[in-house]
């Protein structure tokens, strides 16, 4: 056990869903952004849309999720890889496309009208990431 096990986490980890990520409660997403950087490139692929769809909708009210999200797709763009695995090998070529309309989305509706350069950058890399085939 380590400062974020405990028991009350075991037993959710026990029943977290894992089926379909739209049932997936917001706030344990919200209140685990930092778990983040303890999943899998097969947890990261699940919670990916669960995630997106809170930053679109504004329920990440701390902004600590955006956060941990956005810095784990700036490192995918720098090395076209998710955790040890390709970027084309873990998400697919409709995935991936969902990924590059979420960052132009983020982009085009900035509070303040303030353009995120680390944003255009993720931006270039990832669609330069996407032109590998997909792999499986």
């Known amino acids: 056990m380590d400062m974020y096990g405990d028991p009350e ?6 029943t977290a869903e894992r089926t379909d990520w739209r049932q997936v409660p917001v706030a344990d997403l919200c209140d685990r952004n930092s778990a983040l ?21 504004d329920e990440d009210e701390r902004g600590l999720l955006t956060d941990s999200f956005l810095f784990h797709l700036h490192s995918i763009r720098t090395s076209c890889r998710v955790r040890d695995r390709p970027y084309c090998d873990v998400y697919n070529s409709a995935q ?25 950058k993720t931006l270039d890399g990832l669609k330069r990431c996407s032109q590998q085939p997909d792999v499986g």
Request: proline share 2%; hydrophobic share 50%; charged share 25%.
């Open 9 to 14: 986490e075991d037993a959710k980890a026990l």
């Open 96 to 120: 991936r496309a969902a990924i590059i309309r979420f960052i132009k989305y983020l982009l085009h509706n900035v509070r303040g009208g303030d353009v995120d350069d680390a944003l255009v």
């Open 37 to 57: 950087c303890y999943l899998d490139d097969h947890g990261l692929r699940f919670y990916t849309p669960a995630i997106m769809s809170i930053i679109i909708r």
